[in-house]
């Protein structure tokens, strides 16, 4: 069995940062792809950022030059920071991991809102 948690949302005004977390754990083989998507409220969820196993990053038009996704060195954890937030990326923000020999598992999300 596949977990997937993600943290660090809350509350930050436009303009400000916030770095998420998300920790994968379980009976895991291979992660070939880690990722970051978003949905707001009335909105389908969206690819905001992906990373391979070979690092190589993608990013949405949207977030280009302010936020950066990372991985750590055990390949268990992907991060997101986001600078230079503005209300549109008010959203909940969920972490989806692709198992190599085992299949798509997302997390629970975790909120992000940008306001005043």
């Known amino acids: 069995q596949v977990q997937v948690v993600e943290s660090g949302g809350g509350l930050v005004q436009p303009g400000g940062s916030l770095r998420l977390s998300c920790t994968v754990s379980?009976?895991?083989?291979?992660?070939?792809?880690m990722a970051w998507y978003r949905q707001a409220p009335g909105k389908q969820r969206e690819l905001v950022a992906e990373?391979?196993?070979?690092?190589?990053?993608n990013y949405a038009d949207s977030v280009k030059g302010r936020f950066t996704i990372s991985r750590d060195s055990a390949e268990r954890t992907v991060y997101l920071q986001m600078n230079d937030l503005k209300p549109e990326d008010t959203a909940v923000y969920y972490c989806?991991?692709?198992?190599?020999?085992?299949?798509?598992?997302w997390g629970q999300g975790t909120q992000v809102t940008v306001s005043s």
């Open positions: 990373i391979t196993r070979i690092g190589s990053p």
């Open positions: 989806k991991v692709n198992v190599q020999m085992s299949g798509t598992y």
């Open positions: 379980g009976n895991i083989f291979t992660i070939f792809l």
